[in-house]
C-alpha cells in the first residue's frame, strides 16, 4: 500500500523526511516535486525499487533512492534526484508505504491526498516523451509506467 499526500512547500527536505522517519520508523518515503505527484505512477516506481533490490539489480545504495530512480527513469542518482526535486515555493506530493498520524500531516502542512486524477497530464506526457498520439489512444499512467518498465530492464 502506498500513502500520496500533498504539502506545501518543504524547505528542508532532509529534515522533513528525518520527521517521517522519526514519526514512521520503516517506512519507505520519498518527497518529489507536485508534478510528479501520480499516486499510480509513485506506486508502480516503488514496486521496481523493491523489485530490483529482490533481484540484486538496484543501482542506488538504498530503496528511496532506487525509488526515486525509477520514477525518473534514470539510472544516474544525481539526475534522479535532480529531475524528481520539489520546486522552490511549489507545493511537493510526499509518498509513503504507512499511513502519517495526524501530527506528522501537520508538522509537513499536509493539505490533502493525491490520486492518479491529480496528474500533471502536461508535464508527466512531455517528461516521459508521450506522443498526443499515442495518449489518444493509451492512458498516461500506463505510458508512463511502460517507460520505467522499459527502463528497469536495461
Same mark, same amino acid.
Request: with cysteine; net charge positive.
Given at each position: 500500500?502506498?500513502?500520496?499526500? @500533498? ?5 528542508? +527536505? *532532509? #529534515? !522533513? $523526511? ?8 520503516? &517506512?519507505? /518515503? ?39 530512480? @525509477? ?5 544516474? +542518482? *544525481? #539526475? !534522479? $534526484? ?8 511549489? &507545493?511537493? /506530493? ?49 505510458? !508512463? ?10
Amino acid at each position: 500500500m502506498i500513502f500520496v499526500y @500533498r504539502a506545501r512547500p518543504v524547505e528542508r +527536505v *532532509q #529534515a !522533513a $523526511l528525518e520527521s517521517i522517519r522519526k514519526s514512521c520508523p520503516g &517506512a519507505l /518515503a520519498v518527497i518529489v516535486r507536485r508534478s510528479f505527484g501520480c499516486s499510480e505512477l509513485l506506486y508502480f516506481s516503488l514496486f521496481l525499487s523493491l523489485k530490483s533490490f529482490q533481484m540484486a539489480h538496484n543501482r542506488a545504495r538504498t530503496a528511496e533512492l532506487e525509488w526515486l530512480c @525509477r520514477l525518473a527513469c534514470d539510472s544516474n +542518482v *544525481q #539526475a !534522479a $534526484l535532480k529531475a524528481t526535486a520539489p520546486v522552490p515555493g511549489e &507545493a511537493v /506530493a510526499i509518498a509513503s508505504t504507512e499511513a502519517f498520524p495526524t501530527a506528522l500531516q501537520k508538522e509537513l502542512g499536509i493539505t490533502g491526498n493525491v490520486s492518479c486524477k491529480d496528474c500533471d497530464r502536461k508535464f508527466l506526457s512531455a517528461y516521459y516523451g508521450l506522443s498526443k498520439e499515442s495518449l489518444a489512444v493509451y492512458p498516461l499512467c500506463g505510458l !508512463a509506467m511502460e517507460k520505467m518498465a522499459i527502463g528497469a530492464a536495461r
